[in-house]
DNA sequence: AATTCCAAAAATTTTGAAATTTATTTCTAT
DNA sequence: ATAGAAATAAATTTCAAAATTTTTGGAATT
């Protein structure tokens, strides 16, 4: 295996729980499981650690970021800030081309998400939704002008899947028909170009983790 | 030389334009200037690409990060954004020890600030003023509850620098004079607890490297 | 019983060189 | 002359082992 797949493979395990929060990550043992080197695995850690899914203190190694109820609201307001604001920016900066992308986004999300609303046991999905619904919220902010604050919403939105995952949560109908009602009102809001709307529907979408 | 201290001398030589912008940072060569082994400069300039401060490539190595003035303006109107909420929440929340604390973190900026204002060549003292000023805005904003709020902020604060030094500015004498109202203005609203002012201070200290 | 100290084990960091990839130069054919 | 291909050079990544550092467990002291 490779760096970019051993990459995306310790992403995917350590935003679906696959380590417990806090374990302790050590290259040494990883390595045999990805037949490389251990420095190789160091190099990969280094680099989660960057984006927030990993704890690295020098000397002591790496360790699978810990979810605590403090840390989930962090996350979570920190995202509405940075969503709130790349909202506002695109709307204001975005066009047509913006409005379509969006539109196509979350055409592709409601589809998912009516399909999971039926289903009985939609966690092999979840993987799929959560691409889905990263896409939609990245467009959204995605015409805000702005490298810095797309970088770091795309950074604080894996952070948030990590603390969510570890928390179980009642997927009953009614909770993806909330989801696709919240996702139709950030839409329409943005697409009306409603500054103060769209605000009060990300915040409404996310204040359940609060 | 170790680690640690390798990377602070490449913080500092970064943020103090020692490369010229977009300059390749090669560890075999950097190797010999630190009398260490090539991957332990790979280290610590992955550990810089975490801050901002490199830019990084898979097989394409580290460059010292552009600098451009859409790039200033970007990391300006960023961390204007982080600034301004972060000293919102913490006029809400921050209690007396809290305004002790930005009251004497003003104190030691403002000495520093009026001696470079009497000064004719300041540039020696730049990085002590630095310092304190990154000192008074982190405690500004330290009260604010978030962690990864303040983590992005000192992240954004460096990237800051690094973007203005290869600026060249005229440090006449009303160039601090500036300055020096404006944090006191900051102050002010502060511990005022006044948060459209404060923002509106924070507003006006940052806009001209919009 | 608790704390400190020491030795053994485990884990992390560093190293120097090999293997791979990318960039540059040279050569050939059009 | 120019474009493309091949060969060469340079740089990056990977490796496995050595050197440090931290952690662990037990003995000795308070």
């Given at each position: 295996?490779?760096?970019?797949?051993?990459?995306?493979?310790?992403?995917?395990?350590?935003?679906?729980?696959?380590?417990?929060?806090?374990?302790?990550?050590?290259?040494?043992?990883?390595?045999?499981?990805?037949?490389?080197?251990?420095?190789?695995?160091?190099?990969?850690?280094?680099?989660?650690?960057?984006?927030?899914?990993v704890d690295?203190?020098?000397?002591?190694?790496?360790?699978?970021?810990?979810?605590?109820?403090?840390?989930?609201?962090?996350?979570?307001?920190?995202?509405?800030?940075?969503?709130?604001?790349?909202?506002?920016?695109?709307?204001?900066?975005?066009?047509?081309?913006?409005?379509?992308?969006?539109?196509?986004?979350?055409?592709?999300?409601?589809?998912?998400?009516?399909?999971?609303?039926?289903?009985?046991?939609?966690?092999?999905?979840?993987?799929?939704?959560?691409?889905?619904?990263?896409?939609?919220?990245?467009?959204?902010?995605?015409?805000?002008?702005?490298?810095?604050?797309?970088?770091?919403?795309?950074?604080?939105?894996?952070?948030?899947?990590?603390?969510?995952?570890?928390?179980?949560?009642?997927?009953?109908?009614?909770?993806?028909?909330?989801?696709?009602?919240?996702?139709?009102?950030?839409?329409?809001?943005?697409?009306?170009?409603?500054?103060?709307?769209?605000?009060?529907?990300?915040?409404?979408?996310?204040?359940?983790?609060l």
């Open positions: 295996m490779h760096t970019p797949e051993i990459y995306d493979d310790l992403q995917r395990k350590l935003m679906t729980a696959a380590f417990s929060p806090g374990e302790k990550l050590k290259p040494a043992i990883l390595q045999g499981e990805y037949g490389c080197s251990a420095n190789t695995v160091r190099d990969v850690l280094l680099r989660l650690s960057k984006v927030g899914l690295f203190e020098m000397q002591r190694g790496f360790r699978a970021r810990a979810t605590t109820p403090e840390r989930r609201t962090d996350v979570t307001r920190f995202r509405i800030l940075l969503e709130q604001e790349g909202a506002r920016l695109s709307m204001a900066h975005g066009g047509l081309p913006w409005e379509a992308r969006l539109s196509a986004a979350h055409h592709k999300l409601s589809h998912i998400e009516s399909e999971l609303a039926q289903s009985d046991h939609p966690e092999p999905y979840m993987g799929l939704w959560s691409d889905a619904e990263f896409e939609f919220h990245e467009t959204l902010i995605s015409a805000c002008g702005s490298p810095l604050l797309i970088e770091t919403y795309a950074n604080t939105y894996v952070q948030f899947r990590q603390q969510m995952v570890s928390q179980e949560r009642d997927f009953g109908a009614n909770y993806f028909q909330a989801i696709i009602s919240e996702h139709q009102a950030i839409l329409d809001a943005a697409l009306a170009r409603n500054v103060e709307a769209c605000k009060c529907a990300i915040h409404d979408h996310l204040k359940r983790n």
